[in-house]
């Protein structure tokens, strides 16, 4: 297990399937893809590969053994990427992390960072699987909900988007203005396609309406903002959002219990590189002015 060239030749060949795939992948001659893995074989004691006519295909051996070169392979591009983070220069690949519905407030600043370092190749992650910075799959993450606990990161707090009601103009003409919550029965309402769903607003319009009144439901939180748009019922959007769209009424002023408070998350690692550092200032002065909306 000492030679990690012939295991990682034994993981090209069984992704590939054939031994000239594996070479021209690697770069070497055919024969020294046979070598590698016929001296892993003989090393181990064990047949790591079928051989026919069409290629090569994995034993269970060799699959048990594959998995785990799979996440060492893995794990050293990831290691490449937090290396590449720690120059002095604010240039490469900034990768920057959070949900997609933060896309409104976090791509105008990407933007903007990219015109003042235009050495910058942006990467902006969205989804609701958990990037992990300590295997390098971000510089930075902006997360929402609890303070994020993970061992050697930096946690800042950031920013707490105020969450309100609104309908459009095009709603109110034909439903009317709910003069209070109590109203709310007599209306249609917009929401997330999730029973369960542990968002503060989600919780309190589930115990405030009725069930039959959530009549447009989603998973996709930009369907939800376009459907209060287009009139098909009252929702939630924070006042962000929603001053960027026209022909928005506000139906319900933020609570506090509906907003959510997010975070910057860096690595202790990369938290004071260069790169790092000018970005969260910039993204921080970009911020002072969504807390005026």
């Known amino acids: 297990m000492d030679n990690w060239d012939e295991i990682r030749t034994a993981f090209n060949v069984a992704r590939v399937g054939t031994v000239s795939g594996a070479a021209e992948v ?7 893809v046979i070598r590698h893995i016929d001296a892993l074989e003989e090393r181990l004691g064990v047949r790591l590969f079928q051989r026919h006519a069409r290629g090569y295909t994995p034993t269970d051996a060799g699959e048990d053994l594959l998995r785990v070169a799979q996440a060492t392979d893995e794990q050293f591009a990831q290691l490449a990427g937090r290396i590449k983070g720690q120059g002095d220069a604010v240039s490469g690949e900034l990768v920057v992390t959070s949900l997609g519905g933060l896309g409104h407030l ?11 370092y235009p050495d910058i190749i ?9 990037f992990r910075l300590e295997y ?3 510089h930075v993450a902006i997360r929402a909900g609890n303070a994020p606990d993970q061992p050697d990161n930096v946690v800042q707090q950031f920013f707490r988007q105020p969450i309100a009601l609104f309908a459009s103009e095009t709603y109110i003409a034909e439903h009317g203005m709910p003069g209070s919550v109590a109203d709310f029965a007599g209306h249609r309402f917009v929401s ?17 309406v009725p069930a039959e009144a959530i009549v447009f439901r989603s998973g996709d ?13 009252i929702g939630f959007m924070s006042r962000l959002q929603a001053a960027e769209m026209q022909g928005l009424v506000e139906v319900h002023p933020p609570l ?14 990369l938290h004071r590189t ?3 550092q000018a970005f969260l200032g910039f993204l921080k002065d970009h911020a002072k002015a969504w807390a005026s909306v």
Not at 122 to 130: E, F, H, I, N
Not at 256 to 269: F, I, N, R
């Open 122 to 130: 942006v990467r902006y992650l969205t989804g609701d699987r958990l």
């Open 26 to 32: 690697l770069g070497v001659h055919h024969a020294t």
């Open 192 to 208: 997330a396609d999730d029973p369960k769903s542990r968002a503060p607003f989600a919780r309190w319009l589930r115990e405030n």
């Open 221 to 233: 939180v930009h369907a939800l903002r376009r459907a209060i748009a287009e009139g098909a019922g």
């Open 136 to 138: 390098g799959e971000a």
């Open 256 to 269: 506090e219990e509906w907003s959510t408070p997010l975070w910057l998350v860096t690595h202790m690692d």
């Open 274 to 276: 260069t790169k790092v």
């Open 106 to 116: 976090i791509v105008p600043v990407l933007a903007g960072f990219q015109r003042a």
